[in-house]
């Protein structure tokens, strides 16, 4: 991880992209008030987003499985699921 103040990013800013690309480096871009910005690569940013997406899922999931546990479940044979498919 690098740390550099703005200035310094703007004034080389091809340079530290390079390193994010290049090096899977990731750059934390200091300013005034706590206002820091972090750049990295677009790889590495959907790698976050998918794990996001990932954990919201399994939130969901796991949520659901405790409404089951808790007897709050419907059952339905597969019958009645292809009827009910078939009304929409």
Known sequence: MI????S???RSFKDYCDKVVDNDETVI???KKDKNVVII??????EMEKAERNAMYLRKLDRGLAQVRAGHGIVKSMAELEAMAQDE
């Open 3 to 6: 740390a550099v103040n703005y």
């Open 29 to 31: 871009v200091t300013r």
């Open 8 to 10: 310094t990013a703007r």
């Open 41 to 46: 690569s677009e790889e590495r940013y959907s």
